[in-house]
């Protein structure tokens, strides 16, 4: 019997002794890789956070040194002068108008150029594509003048088609959603095929849903892109407030309360509230596209 008891034990992959020693590296490991993280998140937000401090700080504590690190008296009055006195109201709305047309309409033209460069078969379908990649590398700087010419001849100044128009499609989201769609089973489009889905159907149906995380990776890009425009709302909008953006808002701020800064961090935290909230809500589906195809 215990020489049938040897043969029936199997044999232990590890000596014992070598365990713990293993099991302290993965979590010295462990630890490191949280410490890494955590050390860039303080370097991440720490400006941030600064930020937030001197707005609730009287503009005489903002300059002491060494500066505070936490407001003993908020001064909550500067975010009221800053919502009020900065017109913040409108150019909300007005960014928020913006960027959501921006972000709609980059989201479907790309969506639909990408299955064409993905499914469909035309002639110079390369070469097409190619020229879609080469405006990733036409600096925006260069087709300013074009663009403000085209814009001004169609009676689009002080507009907010003048505002969006030009940026209802992008090569780089293309690109994206092509990756994404190259993803998709070949035998699932046919499968889709003898059940009778047209082009449209199975886009809608089977494909925009397989590529979920790529279309919201592509509206973060797209919304923090349309957000931070300055120079094109600038040139475009004259000077008409009534549909300049909440960056051109800021720069206003900041001209008006040279004496009060405080007034004008706060402005540009009520600015930064929505990309925030944006980020937070979309992290996981970020995260998944940017690191879809890294593992088979």
């Known amino acids: 019997m215990p020489a049938t008891d040897a043969a029936v034990r199997p044999p232990s992959s590890a000596p014992a002794a070598h365990r713990p020693p293993r099991r302290r590296h993965r979590r010295l490991r462990l630890v490191l890789r949280y410490a890494l993280l955590s050390i860039g998140a303080v370097v991440v937000l720490f400006p941030l956070y600064m930020a937030v401090v001197n707005s609730l700080l009287a503009p005489s504590q903002i300059a002491h040194q060494p500066p505070p690190f936490f407001p003993l008296h908020p001064q909550w009055g500067s975010y009221r002068k800053a919502w009020t006195e900065g017109d913040l109201a409108v150019y909300l709305r007005n960014s928020a108008i913006q960027t959501t047309v921006i972000v709609a309409g980059q989201l479907v033209t790309s969506v639909l150029a990408a299955y064409a460069f993905a499914f469909l078969e035309f ?174």
């Open 123 to 296: 002639p110079l379908k390369r070469t097409l594509f190619v020229v879609f990649l080469m405006t990733l590398m036409i600096p925006f700087e260069v087709t300013i003048a074009t663009n403000l010419s085209t814009v001004s001849s169609l009676g689009w100044f002080n507009t907010f088609p003048g505002l969006t128009v030009p940026f209802l499609a992008t090569g780089f989201g293309t690109f994206l959603l092509r990756q994404a769609f190259l993803q998709i089973p070949r035998d699932l489009r046919e499968a889709a095929q003898l059940d009778g889905y047209g082009h449209l159907r199975f886009l809608w149906s089977v494909a925009v849903p397989l590529a979920r995380p790529a279309l919201a990776a592509l509206g973060v890009f797209s919304f923090l892109s349309a957000w931070n425009q300055y120079l094109w709302p600038l040139l475009v909008t004259g000077n008409d407030n009534s549909v300049r953006t909440v960056q051109i808002g800021l720069k206003q701020l900041i001209n008006t309360q040279l004496d009060q800064i405080n007034v004008s961090l706060a402005g540009t935290v009520i600015a930064v509230v929505p990309l925030l909230v944006l980020l937070v809500v979309f992290q996981k589906q970020l995260v998944r596209s940017l690191t879809s195809g890294a593992v088979k």
